[in-house]
């Protein structure tokens, strides 16, 4: 496949204020177009159509799993040889997002039936691990904590859950803010669960021996974070969907910096990763086609941007395989994409 170039320059939140003051119009067509170091990115077709391929999770054997949402499927790419193997679910199950533990197990997140599962891949069954409040109805994103343990968010229900992969105990925490929608979710270096409230201007975070909820406001209150990432050294890294900027917040301090996204207020920043480069990689949802966005937290710079060449229409979360040097992610238009970060 061929993938096109752009790029557009990033201006730090505290230029941009300047910059609007005085009228300044945004980067030309033109510059959009440049290029700006593209990744290479291969992409499989999945073969079963419209059925919203997500949140792929590398396994031991660097095999692919991902979540056929509107599918009511679990299934795996191998990547040498592109053969896809599929995993049926219950009618209405909508799997939303999934991650393998250590021993090969696929935990996934039964977004439409209130559940989340656990699959055997070598006999195909799986276990249910149901939710004990009828109004968490849509478990949404799972993270691995430290030891035998799930952190996972419920959008609609408002909690930020618990799981213990050994009893199966589920505990169900509030966020105290109505509506908040927690959304993406990851656990940082000290083993906190950090998570988005997409309905609101804050993070949360949970402390594990309380099981309490800690929030957090953004400077913006017309900002809505959907996903974050922790790159360590007490920082937390945020996209806002809403108004199309990255942002990052030390969590010791408290201090926020947010930076333009080089699509502008329509970028739709959504799926983000982090590197072990110093890098954090976002993919512009807004633009047609989405681009990956790579962003060196060092320098404070884009430094990569690449089109994928699908179009995309919507990359919805991604993830870093190390041993690899690769990002994985779904899109809407049916594909599995691999982006190569040098």
Known sequence: MKNGQSKRVLYPVAFLSVVFFFGCSSPSKREESAPLNPVVITEWQVPWEETRPRDPYVDQNNQVWFAGQNGDYLAVLNPENGDFKKYELPEGTGPHNLIVDTEGQVWFAGNRAAYIGKLNPETGKFKKYEMPDPEASDPHTLVFGKGREIWFTVQRGNFVGHLNMDTGRITLIPV?????????????????????????????????????????????????????????????????????????????????????????????????????????????????????????????????????????????????HRPTQTLWFGTDANTIGRARVP
Do not use: C
């Open 176 to 320: 105290p803010t109505l509506l908040a929608r927690p959304y993406g979710i990851v656990v940082d270096e000290n083993d906190i669960p950090w998570f988005a409230e997409f309905g609101s201007h804050k993070l949360g975070m949970i402390a594990p021996q309380s099981m309490t909820v800690r929030e957090m406001m953004l400077t913006r209150r017309e900002a809505r974070p959907r996903r974050l990432v922790s790159t360590g050294n007490d920082i937390i890294w945020y996209v806002d969907s809403a108004e199309g900027y990255l942002g990052q917040i030390n969590t010791e301090n408290g201090k926020i910096e947010e930076w333009r996204m080089p699509g502008g207020p329509d970028s739709r920043p959504y799926g983000m990763a982090a590197d072990d480069h110093d890098r954090v990689w976002v993919v512009e949802t807004g633009s047609v086609p989405n681009r990956l966005v790579g962003f060196h937290t060092r320098v404070k710079r884009v430094i990569s941007i690449t089109p994928i060449a699908s179009g995309g229409e919507n990359v919805r979360h991604m993830v870093y």
